[in-house]
């Protein structure tokens, strides 16, 4: 029997891999589309004829109790927030507006439209901030460092709340910096590599960053979201690390991809104080043992590799879309 899924923020980075997932599965997949002026598809231009969307927004409570009746769903995926660190300094409220009140409006919709439904929420390490252990796993107490990190330990625990509460199936991955070609600019992975190809194609000359020794566990956005389909198809609803084990610097990530064009960084990367946050997060390592124990589920893109694959993604776009030979 075809299953239904509601994938909230599934034009983003891991809403998009996710929809590849369950496609490939035989699921019906419906997205939730908050309503823009110029819709964002680029990530799902490619399966957005086999989506089924809907208009509706993690703010407006009517919205999400539509959604879920339209979609009768039997899993729901709550990947939509304001999801950018920085910009939660800038915009505290309405990240916590989004990122965390959002998750009690998708929660409510999914209790009174379809109780039985099987609920993930995008809990974060971010949440973890000034970290008390490392590495972190499950039960690492939270000590977020951002308004992003504040508003997603309500989510976490409201997701909680909602599970022993109503008896929901409903759980949190815990998510560790996870990447890839589909994300965003404006994150520093790829910002660097971007820059990178920018810089190898003599459309840039300078690439400007703040911390170079923050420390971040990098993984592949495409395997992470295997991990979120396998805890909801497990008897019990648990919460879950998903992470790689590795920590490398930010510097480590921008040596390796100047040095897939073969360039040195040093010649062009710029320390620039604006970039170093209020209250930076200096290390984030997770632990996944309970993830690979419990759900089978193993990481398959190594991070090298995954830099290299940004680059080179990050060469062909901004070559193709300039009209400039890649001379590598």
């Not at 989506?51 to 879920?68: K, T, W």
């Not at 590599?193 to 956005?221: H, P, Y």
């Not at 089978?296 to 893109?301: F, N």
Request: glycine letters at 6%.
């Amino acid at each position: 029997m075809t299953k239904n899924t509601l994938v909230t923020g599934i034009t983003g980075q891991d809403g998009s891999y996710l929809a590849e997932l369950l496609l490939e599965k035989g699921y019906k997949v419906y997205g939730l589309r908050r309503r823009t002026s110029t819709p964002i598809m680029e990530n799902i231009e490619h399966i957005k004829h086999e989506i089924e969307f809907i208009d509706g927004d993690l703010l407006d409570q009517g919205s999400l109790m539509n959604a879920v009746r339209i979609s009768n769903p039997d899993e729901v995926y709550n990947l939509a927030a304001q999801s950018f660190v920085g910009t939660s300094w800038i915009q505290p409220v309405l990240t916590g507006q989004s990122t965390a009140i959002g998750v009690a409006n998708m929660l409510e919709a999914v209790r009174y439209a379809k109780p039985d439904a099987r609920f993930y929420q995008a809990s974060s390490s971010e949440m973890f901030g000034k970290v008390v252990e490392t590495p972190q796993k499950e039960t690492t107490p939270f000590y977020p460092r951002s308004p992003y990190g504040v508003a997603k330990v309500y989510g976490h625990w409201i997701t909680v709340n909602y599970r022993e509460s109503y008896d929901m199936y409903a759980c949190s991955g815990i998510l560790f910096n996870h990447e890839s070609p589909r994300r965003g600019v404006e994150f520093v992975t790829r910002k660097v590599t971007d820059a990178v190809a920018r810089i190898k194609l003599g459309l840039q000359t300078e690439l400007r960053l703040g911390n170079l020794d923050a420390k971040r566990d990098w993984g592949f956005a495409g395997d992470y979201v295997k991990a979120m389909w396998l805890m909801l198809q497990q008897d019990k609803a648990e919460d879950f690390v998903i992470s790689t084990g590795e920590t490398h610097t930010v510097e480590e990530l921008v040596s390796i991809a100047f040095s897939h064009v073969d360039l040195n960084w040093r010649d062009y990367v710029v320390i620039d104080e604006k970039f170093v946050r209020p209250a930076e997060v200096d290390l984030l390592l997770g632990d996944c043992s309970k993830a690979k124990e419990k759900l089978g589920w193993k990481l398959e893109v190594e991070f090298e590799q995954m830099v290299k694959m940004m680059v080179d993604n990050d060469l062909q776009k901004i070559s193709s879309n300039n009209n400039v030979l890649v001379h590598q």
